[in-house]
């Protein structure tokens, strides 16, 4: 039985997109409106029902993961040398101001999803999962997951899971515990940042293993949320993809998202579950990324919505 609400609600504006293409190595700064645009294009977009009118970050949100020093220079005149070597992004005003948003959206998805675990949240965002406090890194600002899921549990006093399928294993989350306190509450080391090892059927099976212990922290009331972020770079079309056959990676979407049914159907647990894209690249076809990102979230939306 399908147990959640037809549209996925997706926290979105035009403001987390830079509004020209730039010479980045990374699709990340566009990708929100990129898959936006896609949806549009394939006629999906009646999936979704689009939240605009969610408040930016303010520098104060940034504090929460990261040194101030960082936070102040990502958004001043110009972000101090010593740090855009490593974030790999162009940085400009322009692209700081969308991290207020990107970040913004993934909070609060993640939050709407827990205030009302019948619908399902999408936020259409990447670049937080290699951001350590000190400094962004890798095409990653900021750590979005640590600070969403620390606000939510000093707020609410709930614990979260990552299911990180992205092919760069998420080191943001490990590297935030000697900085912030309460990170390990939030946000539980033993189960709360899941990156799944090895190759193809190998790949599938550890998946499998780490959702089976995940479920027993579900059904003993020790984690409250989901967040689901199916990086397509896992995927041999990628450019960087070498773990997965398309085949494989969509069948992780359909393991994933079956598991979230049975907890729905056999265990009577909605466990509130956001939805975020991470990694992707694509040099001469980017069309390849937005489609298996699109290709998920409609394995999503049949197996859950009705
Ligand atoms: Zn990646």
Same mark, same amino acid.
Not at 164 to 185: E, T
Not at 191 to 211: A, F, P, Q, R, V
């Given at each position: ?145 640590? #600070?969403?899921?620390? +606000? %939510? ?6 614990? $979260? !899971? ?7 294993? =998420? ?46 922290? #579900?059904?003993?009331? +020790? %984690? ?6 199916? $990086? !397509? ?7 960087? =993809? ?65």
């Amino acid at each position: 039985m399908k147990t959640r609400k037809p549209k996925i609600k997706t926290f979105y504006t035009s403001k987390m997109a830079l509004s020209e293409i730039s010479e980045n190595t990374s699709e990340s700064p566009q990708k929100p409106r990129r898959i936006i645009e896609y949806l549009n294009q394939q006629n999906l977009i009646n999936h979704f029902q689009i939240i605009d009118n969610f408040l930016p970050f303010e520098k104060q949100d940034f504090y929460i993961a990261h040194h101030q020093e960082y936070v102040d220079s990502f958004f001043s005149e110009e972000l101090n040398r010593r740090y855009r070597r490593m974030l790999g992004i162009k940085w400009s005003k322009e692209f700081a101001d969308t991290t207020r948003y990107t970040n913004a959206s993934f909070y609060n998805a993640i939050l709407s999803s827990i205030k009302d675990p019948d619908t399902i949240c999408f936020s259409p965002t990447s670049g937080f999962h290699h951001a350590t406090p000190k400094f962004g890194g890798f095409f990653c600002s900021f750590s979005g997951q640590v #600070i969403a899921s620390t +606000k %939510i549990y000093r707020d609410l006093g709930l614990s $979260g !899971a990552y299911i990180d399928l992205d092919a760069h294993h =998420g080191n943001s989350i490990d590297n935030s515990y000697d900085y912030i306190s309460d990170l390990h509450l939030a946000i539980p080391p033993e189960i709360g940042n899941i990156n799944i090892e090895g190759k193809n059927t190998e790949y599938l099976t550890n998946l499998e293993l780490e959702l089976e212990k995940l479920k027993k922290w #579900i059904v003993e009331k +020790k %984690i409250h949320y989901l967040v689901f972020c199916h $990086g !397509a770079d896992s995927c041999e079309e990628d450019d960087l =993809g070498r773990l997965l056959t398309k085949n494989e990676w969509l069948e992780c979407s359909r393991i994933f998202y079956n598991f979230v049914a049975n907890l729905d159907n056999t265990h009577g647990i909605k466990i509130p579950l956001a939805i975020s894209l991470f990694g992707g690249y694509n040099k001469k076809d980017f069309n390849k990324v937005l489609d298996l990102h699109a290709q998920d979230l409609m394995i999503c939306i049949k197996t859950l919505c009705t």
